[in-house]
């Protein structure tokens, strides 16, 4: 793997707002906007199955109800993941992380995987989320940056598969934050965008991190964080920003 192989814009959740979240069809959106890098978010179903959802419960993106890791697998397939967007999307399914792995495998698609735990389960879901990656990108030039808020997370994910590039993720740029990615050994730092100031993005890069913001959906904020020399944005605004272009 290159230095830092990803480029800058990194589609959030697929295709942003355009479609339902962390769907398979958000992700072939995005594609078709010229978008070759993603973001997704994976945790544990209650019989170890890695599946694509952000809240802890399911009530927000599909028709089920509760909280999404206390369910297995077969009850997490059968729900409508896309109904809550738009009639287009009615009966789009929850994805398992290793479909969302394949179809990006098999169309040289990037991902940057963030793994985000049931509460509780911080470790089993870091272990799990590396050890499918290190399994399914075996051998592919560039594997996927696992992310987290959860600093279990990537602790246990760099304990699984210790090759494989990690992010922290931060809403605000907390004391010893600097440290913290150092004592994970992330490649990278992504933090909400207003975060970034010459001196924070200084620190960051003096100390090897890249440096990465979310979510960032008008172009001033863009054009400042790309004055600022950071290394990637992710964006809900597939259409307009950083289509068809690395």
């Not at 993603?38 to 419960?57: I, Y």
């Not at 397939?77 to 992380?97: C, F, K, N, R």
Request: one cysteine or more; hydrophobic letters at 45%.
């Amino acid at each position: 793997m290159s230095d830092w192989p990803y480029p800058f814009w990194i589609a959030h959740r697929g295709a942003g707002k355009l479609a339902p979240e962390n769907t398979l069809a958000a992700f072939r959106l995005g594609a078709r906007h010229g978008h070759r890098m993603f973001e997704c978010d994976a945790k544990l179903s209650s019989d170890g199955v890695l599946f694509l959802l952000h809240d802890d419960t399911l009530e927000r993106t599909t028709n089920g109800r509760g909280v999404a890791g206390r369910l297995c697998w077969a009850e997490l397939a059968q729900l409508d993941a896309g109904s809550w967007h738009s009639p287009a999307y009615a009966g789009e399914p929850i994805p398992t992380l290793e479909n969302l792995a394949r179809y990006c495998l098999a169309n040289d698609l990037l991902l940057n995987i963030e793994i985000k735990p049931t509460p509780g389960c911080e470790e089993a879901t870091g272990c799990a989320v590396a050890q499918l990656a290190a399994r399914l990108w075996a051998g592919a030039a560039t594997p996927p940056l696992l992310s987290s808020f959860q600093a279990a997370s990537l602790r246990a994910a760099q304990q699984a598969a210790p090759e494989l590039p990690r992010g922290l993720l931060l809403e605000t740029l907390r004391d010893g934050w600097l440290d913290t990615a150092r004592a994970l050994a992330c490649r990278a730092v992504t933090a909400d965008h207003p975060q970034w100031t010459p001196d924070t993005v200084a620190r960051a890069q003096d100390a090897g991190l890249r440096v990465l913001s979310y979510t960032v959906n008008d172009e001033a904020a863009a054009q400042r964080l790309t004055a600022l020399g950071t290394d990637g944005i992710f964006t809900d605004s597939v259409d307009r920003l950083g289509a068809a272009s690395g």
